[in-house]
């Protein structure tokens, strides 16, 4: 699911990607060097994951799929239009809750936020401005993405909750150099996922 979207969306948005990642990275790295702060990888991958989620997510909701159908104010009545399982339900239902699970995670991360109420008000805020600007450029509102896209952001703030609870108890965890060799190992394993690269034909060939 999460690939196809990705894939899909790639071809319109890596020349961005790429000149807001030269961009904001270099900015970073001079700020750091010239202010003598300390450089933590896996903390300005995050930060520079955040960055390009964002923009990949201003594309998707913006430019993907424009639906000229009719908006819905009721609760829960496109969620169980979909039979269970089918194409349009990992779509409608299964994407819309994925989208906003990195969104819950990094908004915690950021933040330092353990409080469901504070990511449960955050994510509201952001779905129900997106709903609001897609009908107002020839897409509809509809509520129950709100709600869906608030179980995602909800499901990211406990992937969050759980992540600390494990760095808290487990000493290894608390090493940087640790948190940074698992993030590339993590970012490495997206990649070779997502581009369906063949590892084992690399190495033996």
């Known amino acids: 699911m999460i690939k196809n979207v990705f894939m899909e969306v790639l071809p319109d948005v890596w020349p961005m990607l790429i000149i807001i990642t030269v961009i904001i990275s270099s900015f970073r790295i001079t700020y750091l060097i010239s ?27 913006t430019f993907q799929d424009n639906n000229y159908g009719i908006s ?12 269970f399982g089918t194409p ?14 990195p969104y819950g995670f990094i908004a915690s991360y950021l933040l330092k936020n353990k409080k469901f109420s504070t990511i449960t008000i955050l ?13 107002y450029i020839g897409r509809v509102f509809d509520i129950d993405d ?28 608390k090493n940087d150099t640790v948190l940074d060799i698992l993030i590339i190992i993590i970012l490495v394993l997206i990649i070779i996922y997502s581009f369906n690269i063949n590892v084992f034909g690399i190495i033996g060939g």
């Open 72 to 83: 819905n104010f009721v609760p829960f009545k496109e969620i169980f239009r979909y039979d």
């Open 146 to 173: 709100v709600i869906l896209n608030l179980a995602g952001g909800i499901i990211g703030f406990l992937i969050y909750v759980g992540i600390d609870a494990i760095r808290s108890k487990i000493k290894i965890f």
């Open 88 to 101: 349009k339900f990992m779509k409608n239902i299964v994407g819309n809750i994925m989208l906003f699970i």
């Open 35 to 61: 202010k003598h702060k300390k450089f933590v990888l896996h903390k300005e991958l995050i930060y520079l994951i955040s960055i390009i989620y964002i923009l990949c997510l201003f594309h998707v909701v």
């Open 123 to 135: 994510t509201i805020i952001v779905s129900l401005t997106i709903e609001t600007v897609q009908y």
